[in-house]
């Protein structure tokens, strides 16, 4: 059959911009189907410069606005009035919830979609990971195991330039590193005490897809630490800096912005995926495009989302989807501040520059023995700084003197920000909302998620161990909570059509492929089978290689 | 925004205040209250006169000039009048009654309207009638209680995070008053503090988490 593109990629994020590069450096004729709205790298970053002073709202954004029509998204750390173009209107962009739930659902509907504003931390999986859903029972074993996905790790890496150290630590595998982040003062002390006093815990740079050396066209960091607003020189792996211009060097991609997939379109007859059914969202248009391949890339939910609005008679549950379990076993992180501490120590030092990324420390529970009531484990992430003048707002004082206080560098302070590891579960999970539709009459995305008692046993644990690293390394700890924040809140929302080699216990298989629908494949966040409890975007960028490879391979073979 | 005069009669209540303070008639909270109402604006978006004189007069003293240009100067009152009519840091929530000294505070009350009746009850009814001492010392009682246990939700604290930020994000108290780079350039981990450091206001990472 003769089809208008070899592939479609439905998405053009983290692992959209992927797929793209892949399939078209592999020669095939691609169709790259973007939602949202042209962003063009450099000039598209239309607040990248300025100032404070030369912002409507100083930077901090307008509160009846938000609360308005961004009343999600602003809840958002890197949400400001800087960054707020690159997060979609809540307004128009509406999902629902199950009754006595919430979800933060933080999204970005524009070309590069949340490449632009991710955090840019970037961690291996370990065969504890691969590992876990085996061990213990919960969800599906992951049909691959880390060897299977090292070398595509080394790829990725190679290509988006990640900045970091060496560690050797089991649950954290090393990759290809640029130098990394020097640590700063104090936290090169906590490291020191921390190390000596508990030897299987590590305290380390945060691996981060920032270059430290100029890379292909693209600039060194230049400490602003102002990625989310974009990056004009591309020191910061997105789609617009790195994948795209790959791509689109092949001379074999086209890409479509402003028009949001509506349905994988599936030949019942051929069991296979005929291509995609489009909306055209600023003209209204609709029309289909035809191909031999779709790579679905839209985003975990949205993936999950559009499997789900393409039922047929042959799928009535959504498609790929004879197993029952698509949408099911969805999962975030639980995340929670650990611990905040200040620190008298150090005080006629401080840093220059603004580093983009701090630290982080492995997971060093429940790994080769069973420790505590819980399973499986978390991590930290977070850092030391000096404090600057937000802290006037919490102190006492008016006045000369006051103004004078606040001049220089306030106190050290250091954070550890908890991550502990998602159970997959089949009640978490997403339905279509049988009663509420947008505004083109699609049925809502209806998000049923909650923390578990295991991930919030994890997080008691992880606030007394923070506190005891804190409290260790000369700090009086002034914070420390335990309650995990809403679903949602680590931006890493996941699974929905878990890999497996079962297709009566999953959705997708070892290459990434529908097992009902061989010529659809799910290389983003969707097919997460466990969590982990490192940031996942590497996974998903390292999955999504893999499956262009073997997607290729089995293209050429005639298997699909 | 317009901040012209939509409300009515400032002039007025501070005439009748200041006559109040000259007669030495006794001043509760009621009739303070009733006079501050009289005069306040709150349907209003924009702010009388006598709330821009007032906040005028409060930014100046919590960061007055020195040898940098201080909040009045750094033009932080227009930003604080722009930040209460669109709500940021929760400006725009009511003030309970109990907010008030005197718990006598009506329904709909608003930050302006709470600074303007505990500042006039401090300074025998006219604030900003009153001597910069007598200002000044008003002023740090405010302050001093917002920041004692049990003052963590006095209105104060919103509008001194608002004058705070107006002033650390102008031009005048983000580059001048503390330092501002906006492209680094390098990380140097570990550099001396000098007797003169000015903190880098646009430390991002601290802005949020110091």
């Known amino acids: 059959m003769s089809t208008e593109f070899d592939a479609i990629v439905v998405g053009s994020g983290i692992t959209g911009g992927w797929a793209a590069k892949e399939l078209t450096e592999k020669g095939l004729k691609v169709l790259m189907v973007e939602r949202g709205r042209m962003i063009e790298h450099g000039s598209g970053y239309v607040t990248e410069t300025l100032a404070p002073w030369e912002m409507p709202f100083r930077g901090e954004g307008d509160a009846a606005l938000y609360t308005r029509?961004?009343?999600?998204?602003?809840?958002?750390?890197?949400?400001?009035?800087?960054?707020?173009?690159?997060?979609?209107?809540?307004?128009?962009?509406?999902?629902?919830?199950?009754?006595?739930?919430?979800?933060?659902?933080?999204?970005?509907?524009?070309?590069?979609?949340?490449?632009?504003?991710?955090?840019?931390?970037?961690?291996?999986?370990s065969d504890y990971d691969f590992g876990a859903n085996k061990k213990d029972g919960h969800g599906s074993d992951w049909p691959i195991r880390y060897a299977d996905l090292a070398p595509w790790y080394d790829h990725v890496e190679r290509f988006i330039g990640v900045s970091g150290q060496a560690e050797g630590v089991a649950s954290l595998p090393d990759g290809i590193y640029q130098p990394p982040m020097a640590l700063n003062v104090l936290e090169?002390?906590?490291?020191?005490?921390?190390?000596?006093?508990?030897?299987?815990?590590?305290?380390?740079?945060?691996?981060?897809?920032?270059?430290?050396?100029?890379?292909?066209?693209?600039?060194?960091?230049?400490?602003?630490?102002?990625?989310?607003?974009?990056?004009?020189?591309?020191?910061?792996?997105?789609?617009?800096?790195?994948?795209?211009?790959?791509?689109?060097k092949t001379g074999n991609l086209t890409l479509i912005t402003d028009t949001v997939v509506e349905r994988v379109d599936y030949d019942a007859r051929t069991r296979r995926a005929t291509g995609v059914s489009v909306l055209n969202v600023k003209t209204g248009?609709?029309?289909?495009?035809?191909?031999?391949?779709?790579?679905?890339?839209?985003?975990?939910?949205?993936?999950?989302?559009?499997?789900?609005?393409?039922?047929?008679?042959?799928?009535?549950?959504?498609?790929?989807?004879?197993?029952?379990?698509?949408?099911?076993?969805?999962?975030?992180?639980?995340?929670t501040v650990g611990a905040v501490a200040l620190f008298d120590r150090f005080q006629d030092r401080t840093t220059f520059g603004n580093r983009p990324t701090g630290i982080v420390i492995p997971r060093f529970r429940n790994l080769d023995r069973q420790e505590g009531d819980f399973l499986r484990g978390y991590s930290f992430q977070g850092g030391a700084l000096r404090s600057t003048w937000t802290r006037a707002k919490r102190e006492a004082g008016v006045g000369a003197d006051f103004k004078a206080a606040m001049r220089g560098p306030g106190g050290w302070r250091m954070v550890l920000v908890s991550f502990a590891e998602s159970l997959p579960r089949p009640t978490n999970r997403l339905t279509l909302d049988p009663n509420k539709t947008d505004a083109a009459g699609a049925p809502l995305l209806k998000i049923d998620f909650s923390h578990g008692e295991n991930e919030r046993k994890a997080l008691a644990d992880a606030g007394r161990e923070a506190s005891a690293m804190l409290t260790a390394a000369g700090g009086k700890v002034v914070l420390s909570l335990d309650r995990p924040g809403a679903g949602g809140s680590a931006i890493h929302e996941m699974g929905g059509a878990m890999m497996g080699d079962n297709p009566r216990t999953s959705v997708t298989n070892r290459w990434n492929q529908l097992h009902d629908v061989a010529n659809v494949f799910v290389s983003d966040g969707a097919a997460m089978a466990s969590s982990a409890c490192q940031n996942p975007s590497l996974t998903y960028m390292a999955l999504t290689a893999r499956a262009c490879d073997a997607a290729v391979r089995l293209l050429r073979e005639a298997k699909i | 925004m317009d901040h012209g005069n939509r409300g009515g009669s400032g002039a007025g209540r501070r005439q009748f205040l200041m006559g109040l303070a000259a007669a030495g008639a006794a001043l509760t909270p009621a009739t303070l209250w009733a006079q501050a109402r009289s005069g306040a604006g709150a349907a209003s978006p924009g702010l009388m006169p006598s709330q821009r004189a007032l906040l005028d007069r409060v930014c100046d003293l919590t960061i007055p000039d020195s040898d940098t240009p201080g909040a009045l100067a750094a033009g932080v009152p227009a930003f604080v009048a722009l930040a209460l009519a669109h709500g940021l840091e929760g400006a725009g929530a009511p003030v309970p009654a109990a907010r008030f000294t005197g718990g006598a505070g009506p329904d709909g009350a608003t930050v302006l309207d709470w600074l303007t009746f505990e500042l006039d009850l401090k300074t025998g009814g006219a604030f900003l009638a009153a001597a910069p001492t007598s200002q000044v010392q008003a002023l740090a009682a405010l302050d001093g209680a917002a920041y004692v246990p049990g003052g963590e939700r006095s209105p104060w604290r919103v509008l001194k995070g608002l004058i705070v930020t107006g002033y650390y994000t102008s031009e005048a108290g983000a580059s001048r008053e503390l330092q501002y780079e906006l492209v680094p350039g390098h990380w140097d981990p570990d550099v001396p503090v000098g007797p003169h450091a000015r903190a880098w206001s646009n430390d991002w990472t601290a802005v949020d988490f110091g």
């Open chain 1, 188 to 248: 090169r002390h906590a490291k020191g005490i921390i190390e000596q006093r508990w030897p299987d815990r590590r305290l380390t740079i945060g691996r981060t897809a920032n270059l430290t050396q100029e890379k292909e066209g693209r600039s060194a960091c230049q400490y602003r630490s102002i990625c989310a607003r974009g990056c004009s020189y591309g020191a910061y792996f997105s789609t617009q800096s790195s994948t795209l211009p790959a791509a689109q």
């Open chain 1, 69 to 125: 029509d961004f009343a999600v998204q602003s809840k958002n750390r890197h949400f400001t009035e800087f960054t707020q173009n690159h997060f979609v209107n809540d307004r128009d962009n509406p999902y629902s919830v199950a009754e006595g739930t919430e979800f933060n659902w933080w999204r970005g509907y524009q070309l590069g979609g949340r490449s632009l504003t991710w955090g840019r931390q970037s961690y291996r999986m």
């Open chain 1, 285 to 335: 248009e609709r029309r289909r495009h035809t191909a031999r391949i779709v790579f679905l890339n839209a985003g975990a939910f949205n993936t999950n989302h559009l499997l789900l609005r393409s039922g047929s008679d042959a799928f009535p549950g959504g498609l790929g989807n004879s197993s029952g379990l698509l949408g099911t076993h969805i999962m975030d992180h639980a995340t």
